[in-house]
Structure formats: C-alpha cells, structure tokens
Nanobody, 116 residues
Framework: QVQLVESGGGSVQPGGSLRLSCVAS????????MGWHRQAPGKQRELVAV???????NYVDSVKGRFTISRDNAKNTVYLQMDSLKPEDTAVYYC??????????WGQGTQVTVSS
C-alpha cells in the first residue's frame, strides 16, 4: 500500500509563497506520475499540476507561471512551489500518485489559506 504524506500548508497573505511537500512510502520513480490537486469549499477537486516519470510537467491554466512542481527521487518527495498566491488559491491541496498499473493513491491533504 502506497502512503503519501503532505506538509507545508498554512496561511499566507496575497502575493506570498508556500512550498508543499509530499513524501511517498515507495520510490516515486516507480510511479507513472505524481500530481497535486486541490479542492476549495463547494467546488470540485481539480488537478493543479502533474509531473510524469519522464519529467514532463503540466499545469492548470490558473497557476501557470506561478506554481512549479518538482521531485527529488532520492527523497521520494514531490514538491509544489507556489508563488504570487491569490485568495482564489485557497483550498485543501492533495498529493496524488498513479502507479505503473494505474492505481490511484491520495494523501490526506494540507490546507492552504490565502487571505489578508
């Protein structure tokens, strides 16, 4: 069973930065892709950023140029660097892993609040 543990959430003012971390219990190199999703109150969960085993990245339009997903295979950790944060980025952020056989794994989520 793959376990994903997120950290790094918190409260920040608009324009601020946060870095989320997701530590996996298995080698993330063995995963087909790793990603970050978020869910705001009353809204559906949405994919924010994804990084494949080959290193390709993709972002939802609303965060392009502000968020950066990266990974450290040696630490089995995926990061989401979030800069120029906006109030509309407020949500619970979830780490997601997709295995080579397309099993889906989720972390417990970490709250990000952007408010003045």
């Amino acid at each position: 069973q793959v376990q994903l543990v997120e950290s790094g959430g918190g409260s920040v003012q608009p324009g601020g930065s946060l870095r989320l971390s997701c530590v996996a219990s298995v080698s993330i190199f063995s995963m087909n892709a790793m990603g970050w999703h978020r869910q705001a109150p009353g809204k559906q969960r949405e994919l924010v950023a994804v990084i494949t085993s080959g290193g390709s990245t993709n972002y939802v339009d609303s965060v392009k140029g502000r968020f950066t997903i990266s990974r450290d295979n040696a630490k089995n950790t995926v990061y989401l660097q979030m800069d120029s944060l906006k109030p509309e980025d407020t949500a619970v952020y979830y780490c997601n892993g997709i295995s080579r056989v397309f099993s889906n794994y989720w972390g417990q989520g970490t709250q990000v609040t952007v408010s003045s």
